[in-house]
């Protein structure tokens, strides 16, 4: 929220997309504070995204912590799950048919083709890739197979094909200019599940285009799938947004903050007395931005 401020808003349209499989920690909180900064600094919208396609690995008592350290925290929206907005729902388990509409979109135009291959990286798709489980280059097994080759009966997979060689570049806010070579640097990725539900780097494309995104903020582990999300953008023919990736917490041993540093959990954080004001003091002394 633009907070205090009378003006109307600006276009620039921030997200914060939390997923509720475990507690939020300093690293996340690192993070959606630059991204709120951004918002308020150009007197913009903020959006809460709950990100809750994982049916295996999101709770309710996930969802329900997620919005309390939010605000226990400082954070505040403008639209989201709780108060809605005018791109609603702000929920992805609730947004199946605009994804399974952008997935129809690919196939017709020719992206897609259907994969056989059991692999952990299908497994994986729905989760957005963090430090150390990016997704191996796919060898291409499947790659010639036509969309017609598949039957009801023959469950599989759908992927990108992606353009062996060529080079997506961007630039981002803070890490300046990027460049990954598709086909080496990732590899044809999955679009779409074989349980019917669409991978992280469908969804979080579809959402933000559809919720008017005009600046993604996230953790720099994603640098690499926004190379991915850039080519679904061109694909669909939508325009991509900014990005910003903020550089990651890690612990003293340079290790990334993940749900298994519990003590530094915002919830554990809260409950042993600390204040958010003195965190986010501390953040910038008391922990290394790898
Ligand atoms: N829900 C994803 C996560 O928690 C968000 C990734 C993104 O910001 O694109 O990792």
């Known amino acids: 929220m633009p907070s205090g401020s009378t003006a109307s808003p600006s276009l620039y349209r921030g997200r914060l997309a939390p997923s509720p ?30 990100e809750d396609l994982d049916p295996h690995r999101c ?5 329900e912590a997620m919005f309390e350290d939010l605000r226990w925290f400082g954070f505040s929206w403008n639209e ?12 992805q388990s609730a947004r199946q048919p605009r994804y399974r509409s952008a997935f129809e979109q690919l196939l ?15 497994l994986r798709a ?7 489980e990016d997704e191996p280059v796919y060898p291409g097994t499947c790659r010639l ?9 023959s469950p599989c997979c759908w992927r990108f094909r992606v353009p062996d060689g060529s080079q997506i570049s961007f630039i981002d806010a803070h890490h300046g200019p990027q460049s990954f070579l598709a086909g080496a640097d990732f590899g044809d990725f999955v679009v779409w599940r074989q349980d019917g539900l669409p991978s992280y780097q469908l969804a979080v494309t579809v959402d933000d285009a559809a919720m008017r995104i005009t600046e ?13 999300q850039l080519l679904l953008y061109q694909a669909l023919g939508w325009q991509a947004p900014a990005f910003h990736h ?16 519990d003590a530094l959990s915002l919830r554990q954080l809260r409950e042993s007395g600390a204040a958010p004001e003195d965190l986010r003091r501390g953040w910038t002394t008391a922990f290394r931005a790898g």
């Open 216 to 228: 993604v903020v996230r953790g720099a582990d994603l640098l690499r799938s926004t190379a991915r």
């Open 126 to 132: 729905l989760t957005a890739p963090h430090a150390g």
């Open 59 to 63: 709770r309710p008592m996930f969802l």
């Open 145 to 153: 197979k036509s969309p017609s080759s598949v039957t009801t009966t």
């Open 108 to 122: 017709a135009g020719g992206f897609l083709y259907p994969c056989t291959c059991s692999r952990q990286d299908v």
């Open 21 to 50: 499989t475990g507690l939020l920690h300093l690293g996340h909180a690192r993070t959606f504070w630059t991204a709120q900064e951004q918002a308020r600094q150009q007197n913009g919208t903020l959006i809460l995204r709950n």
């Open 80 to 91: 989201g799950p709780d108060c809605g907005g005018p791109y609603g729902p702000y929920t």
């Open 246 to 261: 903020c550089p990651l917490l890690t612990d003293e041993r340079g290790v990334r903050l993940a749900k298994r540093h």
